[in-house]
């Protein structure tokens, strides 16, 4: 059974920066993309960022983060990292990790499975 772990949330103030870490198990993840999702009070589920398999693979965002977020992966340690930098409020949200997948023009859960999620709250 899959289990993913997020942790690394907080409260930070606007321009502040926080690093997520979301272990994951319960079956071989090798060859799948592995990304982070977001979803804020009210909205929908929102694709934030993705990282391939490979070491030093290719990596993905959202406009919306591009330039400020960072994504990462250790195969070895089966954890994946989101380094966020110059948190807006409007970036307050619960954050979720997931092995992903294209969908069209965006990204799905590969696995159907979700973590608990970690609350991110940026003041003003």
């Known amino acids: 059974q899959v289990q993913l772990v997020e942790s690394g949330g907080g409260l930070v103030q606007a321009g502040g920066s926080l690093r997520l870490s979301c272990a994951y198990s319960?079956?071989?993840?090798?060859?799948?993309?592995m990304g982070w999702f977001r979803q804020a009070p009210g909205k929908e589920r929102e694709f934030v960022a993705a990282v391939s398999w490979a070491i030093g693979g290719s990596t993905y965002y959202a406009d919306s983060v591009k330039g400020r977020f960072a994504i990462s992966r250790d195969n070895a340690k089966n954890t994946v990292y989101l380094e966020m930098n110059k948190l807006k409020p409007e970036d307050t949200a619960v954050y979720y990790c997931?092995?992903?997948?294209?969908?069209?023009?965006?990204?799905?859960?590969?696995?159907?499975?979700w973590g608990q999620g970690t609350l991110v709250t940026v003041s003003s």
């Open positions: 997931a092995a992903v997948q294209r969908a069209g023009a965006g990204w799905d859960n590969a696995l159907d499975a």
């Open positions: 319960g079956r071989t993840f090798r060859n799948y993309h």
